[in-house]
């Protein structure tokens, strides 16, 4: 039995059973999908641009299936309205009413989202459901081009809710 354990976690075996568990972090570091930081000053934002109308029709086809037909919840959270509710007894936390950065937003879709294809939207899907998303609030107008000029001055209704950990990036 002890020598069952000492094979079992000699070095020679754990490499030779576990080679297909995935990449080694170094690997990983260096990959140019997961180096993808934007700032909240839009630092790393890529080019690109996008609607509020071209998002609304992405919006249908990739997102309305957990969040909803209006974005307002279904199996996932809901993304907009409740503008205000933090206040309350009940507060909201969505997208529109909480977050600080309009760029985080566009971080997090193109991470994240849709939940079965993570990084599968352009830059441009990015920007044109960016736009929907924030058009349904009122927090950019409908007709707005968001590219990575415009979104990283979108003044969130909650970006004074946060303490700057980095003030050097808003």
Request: aromatic share 8%; hydrophobic share 40%; proline share 8%.
């Amino acid at each position: 039995m002890v020598a069952g354990l000492i094979f079992c976690l000699s070095p020679s075996y754990a490499e030779s059973e576990f080679q297909a568990l995935g990449k080694a972090a170094n690997e990983l570091s260096h990959s140019t999908q997961w180096n993808i930081s934007i700032s909240p000053n839009g630092k790393g934002l890529p080019q690109g641009q996008g609607t509020a109308a071209q998002g609304a029709k992405l919006f249908a086809i990739q997102c309305a299936g957990c969040h909803g037909p209006d974005g307002i919840g279904a199996s996932a959270e809901p993304l907009m309205g409740e503008v205000g509710s933090l206040t309350s007894d009940y507060p909201e936390k969505t997208v529109n009413s909480y977050w600080p950065y309009a760029t985080t937003l566009f971080d997090y879709i193109r991470r994240a989202m849709p939940i079965n294809a993570p990084f599968s939207l352009s830059a441009d899907e990015v920007y044109a459901l960016c736009a929907y998303i924030l058009s349904k609030d009122g927090i950019v107008s409908p007709e707005a081009v968001l590219d990575e000029q415009t979104l990283p001055k979108i003044k969130m209704p909650n970006r004074d809710g946060f303490i700057a950990v980095h003030p050097d990036n808003r």
